[in-house]
């Protein structure tokens, strides 16, 4: 199969320009949005199921998948449709804040626990009580809070750093990380008593080119995001630009995807997008070329005569374009791609003169 080198020529410029709109024919035969989360992939359909079954049950939930799969969607969708709505969500990515800090962002702390602790403060686990607490990359806790929040899972009770009374918080649990806990725990780095307890049930969500149908209608969705919340007028993307948005294979799924958008939308302001308007690494992509409609002919131990399939197969594309043309030949000849002269005399030569008059 020939590899179709892109570019962003004149000629594919104009010929491939379709709106995104009007091109893609997007009907989704299920509701392809979920709590902001847009999929129609069977993988995603599947995720919208698990989200919907498990979001009164108040157990704890695993998210997993590549950065910028929509972890943090789902984890606020399970709280959106769970009977905790109207409580706190309150997220906290568990990487980004140091050690030494994060147990007093969990737990809280009492006056005086250490330098700086001029009153005391509530945690997080405390903040959420009665609604979800979102503890994101949990693969990057340290073990000794990860001995600490099995206890909160386990008991439902804490202390705040520094205090000795036992605080209960009534909080759904919800857990996210990109990371490989079992090979983390296989290197030491995870506690698998913890690894167990949150595993009560894992949402995995799936990277962007394991769902690739879903790409067009992200397109479109963050088409008409971005054009309101930009005050742009972009009208689309060629069929091209969205074939090779396709084809490529956003190494940071999905916050990639809406970020080349929103470059393409906030650079072009009005009108539509064009292949060259995309960055250099997605307009490199090779896109393979759609393969030729051949009949499917076995050959079978005798062989075939080659003369003869290819007549048939001559015969049927004829008899194919009359049709379409309503028995038009000058129709016909143009749906070929040859002239009026050479399909009369084709007619002829196949003895199709009776099957179609003009
Ligand atoms: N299925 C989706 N539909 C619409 N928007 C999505 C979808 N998935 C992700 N996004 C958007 O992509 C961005 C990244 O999503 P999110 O922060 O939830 O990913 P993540 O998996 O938590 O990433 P990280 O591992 O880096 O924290 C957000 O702007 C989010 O709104
Ligand atoms: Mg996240």
Not at 23 to 37: D, Q, T
Not at 235 to 261: D, F, I, K
Not at 293 to 308: F, Q
Not at 322 to 349: C, F
Request: glycine share 6%; aromatic share 6%.
């Amino acid at each position: 199969m020939n590899n179709l080198a892109i570019d962003d020529s004149a000629a594919l410029y104009d010929m491939d320009f379709c709106p995104v709109q009007k091109s893609l024919n997007i009907e989704p035969a299920l509701p392809a949005s979920f709590c902001n989360i847009i999929g129609q992939s069977r993988c995603m359909q599947e995720v919208f199921r698990i989200i919907e079954k498990v979001a009164d049950s108040d157990s704890t939930i695993i998210v997993q998948g590549e950065t910028g799969t929509g972890k943090g969607l789902v984890a606020k969708a399970i709280h959106d449709m769970s009977y905790r709505r109207d409580k706190p969500f309150i997220q906290i990515n568990c990487g980004a804040i140091p050690e030494n800090l994060l147990e007093s962002e969990l737990f809280g702390h009492v006056k005086g626990a250490f330098t700086g602790a001029v009153t005391a403060k509530p945690g997080k686990f405390e903040l959420a009580n009665g609604g979800t607490i979102f503890l994101d990359e949990i693969g990057d806790m340290s073990h000794d809070l990860q001995v600490k929040l099995l206890r909160v899972l386990e008991e439902n009770v804490f202390e705040r750093v520094g205090g000795c009374q036992s605080i209960t918080a009534d909080v759904r649990v919800i857990a996210a990380t990109h990371r490989d806990l079992e090979a983390a725990i296989e290197n030491g780095a995870f506690r698998e008593d913890l690894y167990y307890r949150l595993f009560v049930i894992p949402v995995t969500l799936p990277s962007l080119r394991e769902r690739k149908s879903d790409i067009p209608l992200l397109i479109e969705h963050f088409l008409t995001r971005l054009n309101e919340a930009k005050h742009t007028h972009v009208s689309g993307l060629s069929e091209r630009t969205v074939e090779l948005m396709t084809a490529y294979a956003w190494p940071g799924n999905v916050r990639e995807l809406r970020n080349v958008m929103e470059r393409m939308v906030v650079l072009t302001r009005e009108g539509d997008i064009y292949p060259r308007d995309l960055p250099p690494k997605v307009r490199a992509v090779t896109v393979p070329e759609t393969p030729p409609a051949v009949p499917d002919i076995a050959i079978s131990d005798e062989g075939l005569c080659l003369n003869t399939a290819v007549n048939d197969f001559e015969k049927s594309l004829i008899c194919q374009s009359l049709k379409i043309s309503n028995g038009v030949k000058k129709n016909a000849a143009r749906l070929l791609n040859i002239k009026r002269t050479t399909l009369i005399e084709k007619i002829k030569r196949h003895h199709l003169e009776d099957s179609f008059t003009e």
